[in-house]
């Protein structure tokens, strides 16, 4: 219910004074509601729920998971164990 | 998917379970809050790839499965209406109320339809000047602004056609309810990601101090999931209880502020009945009277509904955590989700459906007869493998 799927901004427009736009969420593009991220520019990503855009994805905190494996690489210190169960 | 694919590397999740591992030295009880997570959890088998010793517990945090049976009683009475069109997310149609549900109400003539926005609503609104377009307000916080938008729109357009029906919930005061109830086991949350894209982290804080338990705000994808667990688990073993923020490229410390701003002008909080669970005050959003106008509770009257719950279903106990859905007697058998007796085995992010959907009907992992051996001193056989 709570859903929220990052899309990128492709349009703005404005209807009946709020702030609406395009989003392509890989290829298929849905209307939706823009007024609570105001500052928005073209081509950033959204955070959408049922039609509306709750948050901006920052970039660079979207590495910082990657950061953190990559760290974990160089300490090599892991032992992964071969998976019998596992993501499909 | 940019900003999906990425988080479901399954070397990653290999990685991250493999520090779970080394971290954890004694057994923790973990309850993810969000039912979106839940299913992740299900979906990919997260649990699975977990060290033994730490389990997850599946939260409140699905709204279909909570909304209270007297408001889907109202709903259905409202839809039933030759004079009203009645708008849901999906979710909705398949609950059990007391007589049925909405897919049973729109297959006697009532005109019930699916729309993906509330926004969507209030054009119906608009393009059916004679017809009353009534939209089921559910959810969390997340779909407080929306909803409000919808809400507020309205009334700048003059939409008096328009009115929700509003059953909105709250995700902090139903985690002092778990922490507070008799036999929690739950000793730290991994918070709702997309809740706190609107509302920020502050409000989890006096939670973490007063009960000693860490939150962590966490993401929905398995890479989000497994850094917030391993995050948990760190502050478990170092003895501390804070709110941390591993979803981080989605919020901001204070949230939506403007999305904060319009639920403050259109809803107030309330006591609110949660199904299975029961009332827990100030758990809600209701209309404030400036949009009362658009409050379908008060325009068609439907307080005054005697309910009628499944006595056999135990969705109140998997809410809370203290059960999983394979411990009901009805799960798989005279539960489905063809035959839902209660809400969580209708939504997709409801722990039975999601149990059901993944196969776990059929083949319960040794993991989880460990962990129930471990509860109950002893393993049962019906906690073996069965079906298949």
């Known amino acids: ?88 | 998917m940019k900003y999906l694919d990425e988080y479901r590397d399954q070397d990653a999740a290999q990685k991250l379970a493999a520090a779970i591992a080394q971290t954890a030295t004694r057994p923790w009880v973990i309850m993810e809050v969000c039912g979106g997570q839940t299913h992740t959890i299900v979906k990919y088998g997260i649990d699975a790839i977990l060290p033994p010793d730490i389990e997850l517990v599946h939260g409140p945090g699905c709204p279909v499965c909570v909304t209270c049976l007297e408001m889907i009683d109202r709903a259905h009475a409202i839809a039933s209406r030759p004079d009203v069109i009645f708008c849901s997310f999906g979710d909705m149609l398949r609950v059990p109320g007391s007589h049925g549900d909405l897919l049973q109400v729109k297959s006697r003539g009532g005109d019930v339809r699916i729309v993906y926005s509330p926004l969507d609503a209030v054009n119906l609104a608009a393009a059916n000047p004679t017809k009353k377009v009534v939209f089921f307000a559910i959810g969390f916080e997340t779909t407080a602004p929306p909803n409000a938008m919808a809400v507020w729109l309205a009334k700048k357009r003059k939409l008096t056609n328009f009115s929700v029906l509003v059953s909105h919930v709250l995700v902090p005061p139903s985690m002092t309810a778990i922490l507070q109830s008799p036999g929690n086991r739950v000793q730290a949350f991994l918070g709702p990601g997309h809740v706190c894209t609107v509302m920020g982290n502050s409000e989890y804080e006096p939670i973490a101090r007063h009960y000693g338990v860490p939150i962590v705000v966490t993401g929905f994808e398995p890479l989000d999931m497994l850094e917030g667990i391993l995050w948990t688990v760190r502050q478990l073993e170092a003895g501390e209880a804070k709110v941390e923020n591993q979803y981080s490229r989605a919020v901001r410390d204070d949230g939506n502020l403007a999305s904060r701003k319009l639920i403050e002008d259109v809803f107030e909080i309330c006591d609110r009945k949660w199904r299975g669970v029961g009332l827990i005050p100030k758990s809600g959003f209701k209309l404030r009277y400036e949009y009362r106008d658009h409050d379908a509770e008060r325009i068609f009257e439907v307080s005054d509904i005697e309910t009628h719950e499944s006595s056999e279903c135990i969705s109140g106990t998997i809410l809370r955590g203290l059960k999983k859905p394979h411990d009901c007697p009805a799960f798989g058998k005279t539960c489905t989700p063809q035959t839902p007796l209660g809400a969580t085995m209708v939504s997709a992010e409801g722990a039975c459906a999601a149990y059901y959907a993944y196969g776990r009907h059929l083949t319960l992992t040794s993991e989880v007869r460990i962990r129930k051996s471990k509860s109950d001193g002893a393993t049962t056989d019906r906690h073996v493998t069965v079906g298949s």
């Open chain 1, 1 to 88: 219910m709570c859903l929220g799927i990052p899309g990128k901004v492709v349009k703005t427009y404005r209807e009946h004074d709020v702030l609406m736009g395009k989003v392509d969420f890989s290829g298929v593009l849905k209307q939706v509601c823009l007024e609570h991220v105001p500052d928005v520019q073209l081509g950033q990503y959204v955070l959408v729920h049922v039609g509306f855009a709750l948050s901006k994805i920052d970039e660079d905190e979207a590495e910082k998971v990657f950061e953190f494996l990559r760290g974990m690489d160089q300490l090599d210190e892991l032992e992964v164990p071969s998976p019998d169960v596992g993501p499909p």
